[in-house]
């Protein structure tokens, strides 16, 4: 289904002026300090890092910026943290062979300090693919690291090797995993990843006191979902109910899960890339709700993003593309972040062959609350606001 009037508002592509900055942006990370709202870029493994604080309108204004250092970055990283150790935050942006982790400092006003090496109660670790924060803000932080060699481990950092005496490291799981998050539930926290080569989705319930985690769902290729290669992934929470929503460029999809507060998968919606969409080789997926109702942005190879918006069980419905063009460069789109606040939505989108970053609005006055209608002959009446309405069959 098409729209008239698009959703998306194109604002303008913010660059440092320098490549070692501008291209191959491959990751944002979106924060908050006490000085205000921060978005740091991160580059390839000879790039470095841009600081820029975030207005209320969404629009960047460049801070600070520090190249990597020979060594600190290593080209499989994908999946950086920051994370608040001591009152001070840092950037995770690699580890040595041994375990100690390379960060920069970030001020509270967004400046990025020289690398510092921060020990750990890892005695090993691999080129790192991803970090997960499980937990910081005191003078030792809890991780998750994805190595290249397979192993998710978890591990615990600190400023001060004496802060890490009665920790260790534990490996919990193992696999060729190329995205992972956690989602807390009543159940208590459940890890997800993916494992790119076995085209599975994976959950686990982590035990923060044992510090190991127990298998409770791997469904996918394996239970005939068509899924290739999976790459990235996102969370959605809509009446109550959870959604995974795992973008796959190998199979050129989106397929959508639901998961119980145990962690359970069950598929629940697959859709593929067609002339009507705008996300071949699905590679990047992020989600929001605005106004009770969810939507999620999918990009890949094509030239641009889809737009969807999902129904109470799942359902993905397309409502939009957005097409590149000169002045608005979203080809090969590299890295796809949203800021939602209280004043709007703003999307961030770097590309692999273009400089800089993207900035586009999102017009929330074009959507109001979705109307929902039980199995039952309910009646639905829509107004002139841009609802969704969804109802079954009676």
Do not use: C
Not at 151 to 173: N, P
Not at 200 to 214: K, M
Not at 327 to 340: G, N, Q
């Amino acid at each position: 289904m098409g729209l008239a009037m698009s959703s998306f508002l194109y604002e303008d592509t913010q660059t440092v002026g320098d490549v070692v900055y501008d291209h191959d942006i491959s990751e944002y990370i979106l924060y908050e300090t006490s000085g205000g709202s921060f978005l740091v870029t991160l580059s390839g493994e000879n790039g470095g890092m841009a600081s820029y604080s975030v207005g209320a309108d969404g629009r960047l204004t460049l801070i600070d910026t520090q190249s990597f250092g020979v060594g600190l970055r290593s080209l499989h990283t994908s999946q950086s943290v920051i994370v608040d150790i001591g009152g001070t935050h840092y950037v995770l942006v690699g580890a040595s062979d041994s375990g100690d982790v390379f960060a920069y400092e970030l001020t509270d006003n967004g400046a990025l300090l020289s690398p510092k090496i921060l020990p750990s109660s890892a005695t090993e670790m691999a080129d790192v693919r991803s970090f997960l924060t499980l937990s910081d803000g005191g003078n030792v932080a809890s991780l998750i690291s994805v190595g290249a060699d397979g192993y998710v481990r978890m591990f615990h950092v600190a400023q001060e090797s004496a802060d890490l005496v009665s920790e260790h490291s534990t490996v919990i799981f193992q696999g060729d995993i190329s995205a992972i998050d956690y989602i807390e539930t009543d159940a208590g926290l459940i890890i997800l990843a993916l494992d790119q080569s076995d085209g599975n989705v994976l959950s686990y319930l982590y035990d923060p006191i044992t510090e190991t985690a127990t298998s409770v769902s791997e469904t996918g290729a394996i239970d005939q979902v068509g899924m290739g290669l999976p790459e990235d992934f996102t969370t959605l929470e809509i009446g109550g109910q959870t959604y995974v929503v795992v973008a796959s460029p190998g199979s050129g999809s989106l397929t959508v899960f639901s998961m119980d507060a145990n962690g359970v998968l069950d598929a629940v919606d697959h859709v593929l890339d067609t002339r009507e969409t705008q996300f071949g080789a699905a590679s990047h997926v992020e989600a929001f709700t605005l106004n009770g109702m969810g939507f999620v942005i999918a990009a890949g190879a094509d030239n641009g993003l889809s737009l969807f918006t999902m129904t109470e069980d799942g359902q993905l419905i397309l409502l939009e593309n957005l097409s590149a063009y000169a002045s608005m460069p979203l080809y090969d789109p590299y890295s796809l972040a949203i800021d939602v606040t209280v004043d709007g939505v703003s999307i961030y989108v770097s590309s692999e062959t273009q400089a800089g970053t993207v900035r586009l609005s999102f017009d929330a006055d074009r959507w109001s609350t979705p109307l929902w209608g039980g199995d039952g002959a309910d009646t639905i009446e829509g107004t002139s606001g841009g609802e969704l309405l969804s109802g079954g069959g009676g």
